[in-house]
Nanobody, 125 residues
Framework: VQLQASGGGLVQAGGSLRLSCAAS????????IGWFRQAPGKEREFVAG????????YFADFVKGRFTVSRDRAKNTVFLQMNSLNAEDTAVYYC???????????????????WGQGTQVTVSS
């Protein structure tokens, strides 16, 4: 699997952005696609994830109600819709793939074996 993230940019507080993660793979069957972010001087943290086959979604507490994650199976693409953005959401956002869903490791970056390049999201206050 190869992943390519895009869609980052500069947005004002309260605004929205949609990130895309395009996957190159013959099949994503049991995969989980996760979104992580890393702000300067901080550790990489889990944002959201989606199980490819079922569409089940998972979120970090700090984004619940603001972010949604979805997939387009025909385009092998996962989307992260981010609404009500604030300055604390400023970070480099990464998508990553985990071969199968293991709930105990879903939020751990070391459980993902494929990463896309990051896309910068900057929220101005």
């Amino acid at each position: 699997v190869q992943l390519q993230a895009s869609g980052g940019g500069l947005v004002q507080a309260g605004g929205s952005l949609r990130l895309s993660c395009a996957a190159s793979a013959r099949t994503l069957s049991d995969y989980v696609i996760g979104w992580f972010r890393q702000a300067p001087g901080k550790e990489r943290e889990f944002v959201a994830g989606i199980k490819w086959t079922s569409g089940s979604t998972y979120f970090a507490d700090f984004v619940k109600g603001r972010f949604t994650v979805s997939r387009d199976r025909a385009k092998n693409t996962v989307f992260l819709q981010m609404n009500s953005l604030n300055a604390e959401d400023t970070a480099v956002y990464y998508c990553a793939a985990q071969p199968r869903l293991i709930l105990s490791t879903l939020r751990r970056s070391e459980a993902y074996d494929t990463w896309g390049q990051g896309t910068q999201v900057t929220v101005s206050s």
